[in-house]
């Protein structure tokens, strides 16, 4: 099987804005066959909190306390809870087209292939991670990724 070349994006600290939408933006280029599948690894330079696309801002954020302390508020295009951000977190994303061989075409199967490197970068660093099903990386239950 012919696997195409990827390209990586190391983009180190972006602006929060943009470390919350460069995958959406290489994804478009993707989608347009502008640029091959990408892994992308980037972290925010200054803390913000995102919330998912269905939340409801005022039930998950304590927006006044954003305000005051000067935090951003960013609202994804894609599902999830509130999470709060900052430079002490890497950033990696997968952007890849659907119809590529190397990509499983089951969430499931995608999800542990693609998680097993963040696994094993935990392991080699003495964290005790695993795999759990569908898309978490966690220690003692507790989620890490």
């Excluded at 959406?24 to 972290?43: H, K, M, S, W």
């Excluded at 809870?81 to 075409?105: H, M, R, T």
Aim: include cysteine; proline fraction near 6%; hydrophobic fraction near 40%.
């Amino acid at each position: 099987m012919l696997v195409d070349a990827w390209r990586l994006l190391d983009l180190d600290g972006l602006e929060p804005l943009k470390a919350q939408t460069i995958y959406e933006a290489v994804a478009i280029a993707l989608n347009r066959n502008l640029v091959p599948n990408t892994l992308v690894f980037c972290y925010p330079a200054e803390p913000y909190v995102c919330i998912g696309f269905h939340q409801e801002l005022e039930k998950e954020v304590d927006v006044g306390y954003c305000q005051k302390s000067n935090l951003a508020i960013i609202r994804r295009s894609q599902g999830g809870g509130a999470v709060y951000l900052d430079s002490g977190q890497q950033f990696y994303q997968v952007v890849a087209k659907k119809d590529d061989p190397a990509i499983p075409s089951s969430v499931y199967r995608f999800f542990e292939k693609y998680l097993r490197p963040t696994v094993y970068a935990y392991r080699s660093l003495g964290v005790p991670a695993e795999y759990k099903p569908i898309n978490d990386v966690v220690v003692e239950n507790r989620k890490l990724s």
